[in-house]
């Protein structure tokens, strides 16, 4: 590691020296490249491609932020970054933090405001959650952004565990095998979703930003409301986990190991189209 101040991104001034803080970096480092590498987040063509790193002020995007920096800063990362806060116009929200931030960093940004608070809270009838309608909306105020700066893709700070808890969710609520992918293209074609973080632990991501002391901006609108199916699942695997620990790294590992055949899709693999060996074959093998 880099450590001296000269030597490093103003992201990472003041950073602890202590080797356990220096072992966590490493660690979120090398789980984000290897992530980008394993599937090819990175263009190939004549072109410099050009990100929109998407900062909420939460703990996962400030990771994302400084880690996507840190790969950069060491020549890893041959890609231009530009950081967009989107300001929903949720009640109280400190529009100044992450502009002065922004700016001390020296981070290249657009901070973008649009009043989805009100929809969101006009149209979501009383008892039922935010999440959907917020999240559609901003999706789609941050695809028209990227396409307004020329970027190729929209970058996203989830994590690990993120994806773990979409699963379960998937599976108890929608009844389908599926999860936040690591990279996809949006519904018009024109530009990747990434997900550089997607094999980083959200405890990594909390103590990081934590011992950097960013400042951290809580969502009023999602993190307002009780009883939210993700917290629920949330609460499960930290009681699986405090039982038997390691248990939510070995479910992700399961979602990068899938069998078709031993599951039961006709969709994903032709069971109808199973044939057994003929006594005739078998002979023939035997010879």
């Known amino acids: 590691m880099l450590d001296d101040a000269d030597d490093i991104h103003p992201l990472f001034y003041g950073a602890p020296k202590t080797t356990e803080f220096k072992k966590l970096r490493k660690r979120i480092i090398q789980n984000t490249r290897e992530a980008i590498e394993q599937y090819g987040m990175i263009e190939a063509g004549p072109e410099r491609p050009k990100w929109l790193v998407c900062l909420s002020g939460g703990k996962d995007s ?10 950069q800063w060491r020549g890893l990362l041959p890609v231009d970054l530009l950081a967009c806060n989107l300001d929903q116009g949720q009640p109280n929200f400190p529009a100044t933090v992450l502009p ?34 917020c999240s559609r909306l901003r999706r789609g105020n941050l695809y028209r952004i990227a396409r307004e700066e020329g970027c190729s893709a929209v970058v996203l700070g989830h994590h ?10 998937n599976m108890f609520h929608g009844s389908r095998l599926a999860t936040m992918p690591p990279k996809l293209v949006n519904e018009e074609g024109d530009l990747f979703v990434y997900r550089p973080l997607a094999h980083v632990a959200e405890a990594d991501c909390e103590k990081f930003s934590t011992s950097m002391g960013y400042p951290i901006i809580p969502c009023d609108l999602c993190g307002s409301q009780d009883g ?4 629920q699942i949330k609460g499960m695997l930290d009681q699986w986990e405090k039982n038997a620990p390691g248990r939510r790294n070995k479910m992700f590992r399961a979602l990068m190991n899938t069998r078709p055949s031993h599951l039961l899709d006709p969709e994903i693999f032709d069971f109808k189209g199973l044939t057994r060996a003929t006594s005739g074959d078998q002979k023939s093998a035997d010879n």
């Open 62 to 71: 400030y990771t994302l932020l400084a880690v996507l920096y840190e790969l």
């Open 160 to 169: 690990r565990d993120d994806i773990l808890e979409t699963f379960m969710m």
């Open 228 to 231: 939210l199916q993700r917290q």
């Open 100 to 133: 002065k931030f922004l700016e001390d960093m020296g981070v290249p940004h657009r901070i973008e405001y649009e009043d989805t608070y009100s929809i969101v809270v006009d149209k979501v009838p009383a008892g039922r959650t935010f999440c959907a309608l």
